[in-house]
């Protein structure tokens, strides 16, 4: 499916059903870059058909390695035995953020990499690569300017370090976890990001033999060995699908039922839908969001404060769930302020919703207030190359009775398999303007 593939949304119908929600891209895809360290098979399953795990597996096939993937039912064996990889010939994917998560297998199997210049991911603001740069030349690597991007490479194998990040960055954790693996000795990273993705990512490498102490902390202690086994894993549900989905439900004056068997992940988000008048209940590894009289922003105790939302590394509430928050907002009586701790480019879009009439003001590139409750009306908007403003953009509209369509919408299926189908299976009439 091209970049822009439309989607034509038939608004004004409740949502409602049971969903069984995909596993997160976020956890997917550095799990599939860590395959690449052992030579033994890895059996993956519930591993989701979207575009930028296609794009990764294309990879492995490029380097020859053996990829047996059955997408429809989710399963994938990969077989990294004979795979070779040519910096001067191979490419990373591009306009992905994970393609990074390769640079530390391919030094440890080929002693080189690349970092492709287009390794940006969605367009939220700057994306950093200084970061990842200082912890690979912590484990001896060296990184060059090259053609397109740079050349990275290490003379020997990888050596454990220490190191404390300026800040507690997804893919540099995870890209230090894949370094320290298999470095000689024992490496401690500071200041990690701990999200849902980064543990069930650590979680596996456990299952490949990596000795890892204190997942889902701060503070990661490594302890290096010989060689990577193989195994199976099958992937938890998406935090992120799991919220789009209650939140969906919430939007359109419907109730859905999402399976979650994580829930000890929630109470933050639960309590931010609750900000909305959206009630979350979790039983027997399902949860349900309903709303009682209508969407209405929770007064604060506090006089003269705005009731807002802030979003920020884990265990704050995810950066990438704000827009689902500020679709609700527009859509709520009441005002919100919506504030992205980490992304200095990721509010701009807020002047499409004014396209639906909409009143959001921008206040600074980290902050936006909704006015809600206002009267909407379909509308013709343009979803930027950020995946969950098109999810946003698509709620808006599916609240809205009458046909809006969401325009560039095609990010959506880097990360959500099925969506549209999905969404039908609720009741709504949404489609895109090209079949993939
Ligand atoms: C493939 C993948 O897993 N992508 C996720 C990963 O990207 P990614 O790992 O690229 O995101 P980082 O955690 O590095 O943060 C992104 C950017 O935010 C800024 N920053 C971040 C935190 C902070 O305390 N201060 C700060 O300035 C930096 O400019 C940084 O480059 O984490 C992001 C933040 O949860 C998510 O949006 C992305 O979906
Ligand atoms: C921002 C995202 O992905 P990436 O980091 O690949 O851009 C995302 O998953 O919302």
Known sequence: MSASSHLIVHGGMPLSGRIEPSANKNAVLPILCATLLTRQPVHLRGVPDITDVRKILQFFESIGSEVHADMARGIVGLYHRHSVFDARRHRLPLEMRSSIMLVPPLLARFGE????????????????????????????????????????????????????????????TENFVLCAALAGGRSVLTNAACEPHVQEFCEFMCRLGAHIEGIGTSRLVIEGVDALGGTEFRFAEDFHEVTTFLALGAITGGEVTVRNSRPEHFPLIDRSLAKFGVHVTHRDGWSHARVQGGLKVAEPFTRNMLQKIEAAPWPYLPVDLLPIFMALGVRAEGSAMFWNKVYDGAMGWTSELSKFGAHVFLSDPHRAISFGGRPLAPAQVDSPYIIRVAIALLMVAASIEGRSVIRHAAPIRRAHPRFVENLCALGARIEWTERP
């Open 113 to 172: 990499a690349r970092i492709e210049d287009e390794v940006k991911g969605c367009t939220l603001g700057v994306r950093e690569i200084d970061p990842h740069v200082e912890t690979l030349r912590h484990f001896g690597a060296h990184i060059e300017p090259g053609e397109d991007g740079f050349a990275v490479r290490c003379d020997g194998p990888l050596r454990a370090t220490e190191h404390w990040l300026d800040y507690a960055s997804v893919t540099t």
